[in-house]
């Protein structure tokens, strides 16, 4: 399973950004967990989201919830991050992660390469 993320880029404090992860081929991500996590220069990566597939039970880190949505697209092909009020602390190289579970684990198999997200104030 090779995952793919976009939709990384540069915004300003306050604007919003999405980010996308999909499996490399057309298969679903139904029946896994998914989570985002990030990684700030020299800073340890901290996972910031994780969704189930299976009953849709969503996780967020505190530095993140209330301004970050993860959601799936009805055929489960694609999970999304959607980060509203960006703040310049939200700098990071994102990460999708998945793993063929019902429930969100501490580890996972798949990882993607990784986007950029820079916010500036």
């Known amino acids: 399973v090779q995952l793919v993320e976009s939709g990384g880029g540069s915004a300003q404090a306050g604007e919003s950004l999405t980010l996308s992860c999909a499996r490399s081929t057309p298969f679903t991500l139904d029946r896994y967990a998914v989570a985002w996590f990030r990684q700030a220069p020299g800073k340890e990566r901290e996972r910031i989201s994780c969704?189930?597939?299976?009953?849709?039970?969503?996780r967020y880190a505190d530095s993140v919830n209330g301004r970050f949505t993860t959601f799936t697209d009805s055929a489960k092909m694609t999970v999304y991050l959607r980060m509203d009020n960006l703040q310049p602390d939200d700098t990071a190289v994102y990460y999708c992660?998945?793993?063929?579970?019902?429930?969100?684990?501490?580890?996972?198999?798949?990882w993607g390469q990784g986007t950029q997200v820079t916010v500036s104030s």
């Open positions: 969704l189930s597939t299976v009953d849709g039970r969503k």
């Open positions: 992660a998945a793993r063929h579970i019902s429930y969100c684990p501490s580890e996972f198999d798949h």
